[in-house]
């Protein structure tokens, strides 16, 4: 019997398997479960409230962008990674109207704007973050030291970074609270053990290369070491692993390439160090991808690989 079905045809890429944009957001939301527990457990319940805030104000500022412009809405997951991880990089008081703010700056400005999922140029979550921090400096300097802390009395409670920050702990005893996060910091960036069991799920399911934080967060090290600086306390403190397994590794703001992504981490690097010795700010990570997102497609244009058979026209003689 003749099959009368049509045969449909559509371009590249043809995918025959399990990968989707959904599955792959999802995988990432359980990955971030980790610094988010985390966060939860040193800064209270109030984080929670936060997620809540956070996530709720990015799904319904990402209805109404697709229903203003006329495009169908779908919960793929983008809007609830990027929410999650703009509290994360926030402090863990951040007043609600400012995650209000900051949240919807990231889907309406950062990403619809430049035409959604696919289309942005910078994270999405950074892009809030400097937002909030340019225009609501002074709501955003609430700095608590974490609920279950052993360090009560022996760290401020500024962060790791700022100039304010004492300690009278041996430098293993602060490599340790650095390491599993119960020091004063950004929400969930203070945790570099958790953080890290997130970015390893990531790198075993394939949704991220290990380049890239190892070039990012080793850059940090040899140039802090380099200059003198502690760089065990250089890697540890700060967002630097955050950014790393989580910011510096997105599809959509990063290079494509292997080698595109190297230089992306090292240059990342480099700016971090800089801005953290000579810059105002004491934390350079939030910066140092944002400058690197938009270099992204000059580095995309000279990494990118030849196509096969390409030959170089010949000069004519004569």
């Known amino acids: 019997m003749e099959n009368d079905r049509k045969l449909t045809i559509t371009p590249a890429p043809h995918l025959h398997g399990p990968a989707s944009i959904t599955r792959d957001m999802y995988i990432v939301v359980l990955a971030l479960l980790f610094p988010t527990a985390g966060a939860v457990y040193f800064f209270g319940a109030y984080v929670i409230l936060m997620l809540v805030t956070a996530i709720a104000t990015a799904v319904l500022a990402e209805y109404v962008a697709k229903w203003m412009r006329r495009r169908p809405f779908r919960m793929d997951g983008s809007a609830v990674v990027t929410a999650i991880l703009f509290v994360l990089v926030m402090p863990p008081r951040t007043p609600l ?7 919807a700056f990231s889907i309406w400005i950062a990403k619809e704007a430049f035409g959604g999922l696919g289309h942005n140029v910078f994270n999405p979550a950074l892009a809030g973050r400097a937002f909030a921090t340019i225009s609501f400096a002074g709501a955003l300097t609430n700095w608590i ?6 360090l009560a009395d022996g760290v401020t409670t500024a962060t790791p970074l700022s100039e304010s920050f004492t300690t009278n702990l041996s430098r293993w005893a602060m490599y340790k609270a650095l390491f599993i996060g119960n020091v004063a910091g950004s929400t969930g960036e203070t945790s570099a053990m958790l953080i890290l069991i997130g970015g390893l799920i990531l790198i075993a399911f394939g949704l ?15 140039l802090s070491w380099a200059l003198g600086e502690d760089p065990l306390f250089q890697i540890l403190a700060g967002g630097l692993f955050l950014g790393a397994f989580f910011m510096a590794t997105d599809y959509v703001t990063t290079p494509v390439t292997t080698r595109g992504k190297v230089i992306f981490a090292i240059g990342a690097g480099i700016l971090v160090v800089v801005i953290r010795r000579w810059g105002t700010m004491p934390e350079g990570v939030c910066y140092s991808i944002l400058l690197m997102n938009a270099v992204t497609p000059l580095i995309d ?3 990118r690989p030849r196509p096969y058979g390409l030959v170089k026209k010949r000069k004519e003689t004569g």
């Open 97 to 103: 109207w400012v995650v209000i703010v900051g949240t």
């Open 145 to 150: 030291a974490p609920v279950h802390s052993f």
């Open 301 to 303: 244009r000279h990494v």
């Open 208 to 222: 991220i290369r290990w380049q890239v934080p190892f070039f990012y967060i080793g850059t940090v090290a040899l």
